[in-house]
């Protein structure tokens, strides 16, 4: 016998191979067949890509000779290399399964420090930009406030601020000055049992505003997240590191974190992702107890996520989590026995839910009325269609936090959910085709799939669409289910797949869906994206797209999982800012002068020439304010101005309102102008000013020009260019 460089021994006459690569083998050859043999060998290892280091080398039937020293050296340092890299990254598996098991008492703690500390990612700051204070310091610990989330800093959070100055009331009558609806609009905090379908702002009601605002930020944030990784971990079959990776990838998504204190889009995904939780934990215990508790939370998941009122984004997201219940239940019906106890008790708890929305329509009945009446937003008939470029968009919201020149759009509507658009259709595709699994969660997302790449690329006809509903979903709004459903097929075919896609054929896949993803997203914002941009794109691309079609291989997993976390921490996490407490609100000298004045005599203010939003910047302060953003409009009101309703159309919308006061002399033709759908200038003269009830004025300008023989504008405060004047009639 002959030992030769694969460790295999030879003998004459005989060859005897097996394929079987963890077996010896034993081969019995002349000189020549151990060449032929020594050939195919070495082509075998080639192909399969396995460096073969032998320790000893074929010299024919005169023996062996050693490998050289530096062969053995260099094996050395690579096998410590391995070692080496192995302990880290069982290090990282023992600390990553530690902060998993300790997940709920780490994020319990972290909730009770950001109250206490007052932190919250509010953008209030920027208010700094708008109205000179003597507060200079806008409170902000880490990144900045955006000014393109007015809705959120100059809208939602004033009204917020003034419920509690208003005794969390149902209807406040302190935004527009009149009885305003805020449970059915805008849902702000009030002291009313359906509180409990929206539980994070019950620290408005117990906390005090600055440690509300805290509670209300984070306790989204922290749910969110929560949510995203019970969910998953049933999608992937308690897969740990997908769950994880999943939760990222929807809680930092960018149009998440854009869009994250309004239109109740944290809301949407914690009520939905929670209800199919309870839905599964229901089918899978046998307790009447755990049952029943199970289906009060679905009853608030159904209540809070109804009442978010946000349709463009709740009814694509609802046939999501449609087809994820259908899936769920179809998985576990063995395992879900039910008698009579179990149906009285969903049908209490349907009944339950009938009744509590019925409260809430009867009594928000002409709010109802009023918005589905308005010009705009009034009911839309959507088509859908026009924003296939979408599909494209993604590679470059990494970048949004950071540059904003050359956008085609805002920032806010730019950001779209990170999805790794197309790896997930080619994985699912992988999955049902070449591993011919019949998996009915990616047949069911892959339907739904096709459904909304139609509406957001053509549109449907008109009758179609009001029977999906989606009538009801602008096609831009409509996206964002798309980008969820890319996530949802990616990781539910990472956890299915077996091994992982070859390495020749996931290079090529790469980089052609690298090149054509670049180009198209260069394309379609050529004035944004700079050079250096569609460079760093690609090589982000490049390497996703790689480790995730390896994501079987070794490494490979931590490679893509460390990628993912890497680009949502940079595009979603750095998105809003870290501040600390209201003092820039509530220390400054404008804001403690108007809480002054009206606490010694109440009365209804304007905000004059200066428009929005500083109407609401008075409002923080908890008095009436006639122009603060009309949440729906008040007709009574506008119709005593306008006695012919000649400008319905203007005013009856939501709106933000710029007031303007003129004498008859240089009055514009029109009284009402539509500046944008949601924003007009009202031309007023001093005693169309008095007719509104108004007692107080905040302006820039000197109104004491007004001043006639009935009326005077007597100047109470001043402060730079900021006046306020009370209006005294004789």
């Known amino acids: 016998?002959?030992?030769?460089?694969?460790?295999?021994?030879?003998?004459?006459?005989?060859?005897?191979?097996?394929?079987?690569?963890?077996?010896?083998?034993?081969?019995?050859?002349?000189?020549?067949?151990?060449?032929?043999?020594?050939?195919?060998?070495?082509?075998?290892?080639?192909?399969?890509?396995?460096?073969?280091?032998?320790?000893?080398?074929?010299?024919?039937?005169?023996?062996?000779?050693?490998?050289?020293?530096?062969?053995?050296?260099?094996?050395?340092?690579?096998?410590?290399?391995?070692?080496?890299?192995?302990?880290?990254?069982?290090?990282?598996?023992?600390?990553?399964?530690?902060?998993?098991?300790?997940?709920?008492?780490?994020?319990?703690?972290?909730?009770?420090?950001?109250?206490?500390?007052e932190l919250s990612g509010s953008s209030i700051g920027a208010w700094g930009t708008f109205i000179q204070t003597d507060q200079t310091d806008d409170g902000v610990?880490?990144?900045?406030?955006?000014?393109?989330?007015?809705?959120?800093?100059?809208?939602?959070?004033?009204?917020?601020?003034?419920?509690?100055?208003?005794?969390?009331?149902?209807?406040?009558?302190?935004?527009?000055?009149?009885?305003?609806?805020?449970?059915?609009?805008?849902?702000?905090?009030?002291?009313?049992?359906?509180?409990?379908?929206?539980?994070?702002?019950?620290?408005?009601?117990?906390?005090?505003?600055?440690?509300?605002?805290?509670?209300?930020?984070?306790?989204?944030?922290?749910?969110?997240?929560?949510?995203?990784?019970?969910?998953?971990?049933?999608?992937?079959?308690?897969?740990?590191?997908?769950?994880?990776?999943?939760?990222?990838?929807?809680?930092?998504?960018?149009?998440?974190?854009?869009?994250?204190?309004?239109?109740?889009?944290?809301?949407?995904?914690?009520?939905?992702?929670?209800?199919?939780?309870?839905?599964?934990?229901y089918m899978n215990t046998d307790s009447l107890k755990k049952r029943c508790l199970y289906l009060f939370f679905l009853y608030i998941c159904a209540g809070g996520y109804l009442l978010v009122l946000y349709p463009a984004w709740q009814i694509p997201m609802f046939y999501i989590f449609l087809a994820i219940a259908i899936w769920v239940i179809v998985q576990n019906r063995k395992n879900c026995k039910m008698n009579y106890k179990d149906f009285i008790s969903i049908g209490i708890t349907i009944l339950a839910f009938a009744l509590t929305m019925g409260y809430i329509f009867y009594n928000s009945f002409d709010t109802i009325k009023a918005v589905m009446g308005t010009v705009y937003p009034g009911s839309r008939a959507e088509t859908g269609g026009e924003v296939g470029t979408y599909f494209f968009q993604y590679p470059m919201n990494i970048f949004l936090?950071?540059?904003?020149?050359?956008?085609?759009?805002?920032?806010?509507?730019?950001?779209?959910?990170?999805?790794?658009?197309?790896?997930?259709?080619?994985?699912?595709?992988?999955?049902?085709?070449?591993?011919?699994?019949?998996?009915?969660?990616?047949?069911?997302?892959?339907?739904?799939?096709?459904?909304?790449?139609?509406?957001c690329i053509w549109g449907f006809p008109e009758i179609l669409a009001k029977l999906t509903l989606l009538s009801n979903s602008q096609a831009k709004r409509a996206f964002l289910a798309v980008g969820v459903?890319?996530?949802?097929?990616?990781?539910?075919?990472?956890?299915?797949?077996?091994?992982?896609?070859?390495?020749?054929?996931?290079?090529?896949?790469?980089?052609?869906?690298?090149?054509?993803?670049?180009?198209?997203?260069?394309?379609?914002?050529?004035?944004?994206?700079?050079?250096?941009?569609?460079?760093?794109?690609?090589?982000?691309?490049?390497?996703?797209?790689?480790?995730?079609?390896?994501?079987?291989?070794?490494?490979?997993?931590?490679?893509?999982?460390?990628?993912?976390?890497?680009?949502?921490?940079?595009?979603?996490?750095?998105?809003?800012?870290?501040?600390?407490?209201?003092?820039?609100?509530?220390?400054?000298?404008?804001?403690?002068?108007?809480?002054?004045?009206?606490?010694n005599e109440n009365g209804n203010w304007i905000v004059e020439e200066l428009g929005f939003p500083i109407g609401n910047y008075i409002l923080m302060a908890g008095v009436p304010v006639i122009n603060s953003s009309n949440t729906y409009p008040d007709l009574e009101r506008w119709q005593k101005i306008d006695t012919e309703s000649k400008y319905e159309d203007i005013y009856n919308r939501y709106s933000h309102i710029s007031i303007k006061i003129r004498n008859n002399d240089n009055m514009p033709a029109e009284k009402f102008e539509l500046l944008g759908p949601d924003y007009m200038n009202v031309y007023l003269t001093p005693e169309e000013i008095k007719s509104l009830d108004v007692k107080y004025i905040f302006t820039v300008n000197n109104l004491e020009d007004f001043n006639t023989n009935n009326l005077k504008f007597e100047k109470i405060y001043e402060y730079n260019s900021y006046k306020i004047y009370g209006l005294l009639s004789e």
């Open 141 to 281: 610990i880490f990144g900045k406030s955006r000014e393109i989330r007015s809705d959120e800093w100059a809208v939602l959070t004033p009204m917020t601020f003034s419920q509690s100055f208003d005794g969390f009331n149902y209807f406040s009558n302190i935004i527009r000055a009149d009885k305003t609806d805020v449970a059915m609009v805008y849902a702000l905090p009030i002291m009313n049992f359906i509180q409990i379908f929206r539980p994070f702002q019950l620290g408005y009601l117990f906390l005090g505003i600055a440690k509300g605002l805290s509670f209300f930020w984070y306790g989204r944030f922290i749910a969110l997240f929560l949510v995203m990784i019970e969910l998953f971990m049933i999608l992937t079959k308690k897969n740990k590191v997908l769950s994880v990776i999943g939760a990222f990838l929807i809680t930092l998504a960018p149009i998440v974190q854009w869009w994250f204190a309004v239109n109740g889009i944290a809301e949407i995904f914690i009520f939905g992702g929670l209800a199919i939780i309870l839905l599964y934990k």
């Open 1 to 117: 016998f002959r030992m030769i460089g694969t460790g295999h021994f030879v003998r004459k006459k005989k060859v005897n191979i097996r394929d079987t690569p963890n077996r010896s083998q034993t081969n019995f050859c002349s000189q020549k067949h151990i060449e032929i043999l020594q050939k195919k060998l070495e082509k075998k290892n080639k192909s399969e890509r396995k460096r073969v280091s032998p320790t000893f080398t074929l010299t024919g039937q005169n023996g062996v000779s050693p490998m050289s020293g530096a062969n053995v050296r260099t094996q050395k340092r690579g096998e410590e290399m391995k070692e080496k890299l192995d302990s880290a990254i069982n290090v990282v598996k023992k600390i990553f399964d530690w902060i998993f098991k300790y997940r709920y008492w780490i994020a319990i703690i972290i909730f009770i420090l950001c109250i206490i500390f």
């Open 485 to 599: 459903l890319d996530v949802l097929l990616l990781i539910r075919s990472l956890s299915l797949m077996e091994k992982p896609l070859k390495r020749i054929p996931s290079i090529i896949i790469s980089v052609v869906l690298t090149i054509l993803m670049v180009f198209m997203c260069e394309k379609n914002n050529h004035e944004y994206v700079t050079l250096k941009m569609g460079i760093a794109m690609g090589i982000m691309l490049i390497y996703l797209f790689y480790m995730a079609l390896r994501y079987k291989a070794k490494y490979a997993n931590i490679c893509f999982s460390a990628g993912i976390i890497f680009v949502m921490l940079m595009s979603g996490l750095t998105v809003n800012p870290v501040r600390k407490g209201v003092d820039n609100i509530y220390n400054s000298n404008i804001i403690k002068k108007v809480q002054e004045i009206n606490n």
């Open 401 to 455: 936090p950071f540059k904003e020149a050359g956008l085609l759009t805002n920032l806010s509507e730019s950001s779209v959910v990170f999805g790794l658009f197309p790896i997930g259709i080619i994985l699912t595709c992988i999955v049902l085709f070449k591993e011919k699994k019949k998996d009915l969660l990616l047949i069911l997302l892959s339907i739904l799939y096709i459904i909304f790449s139609i509406w």
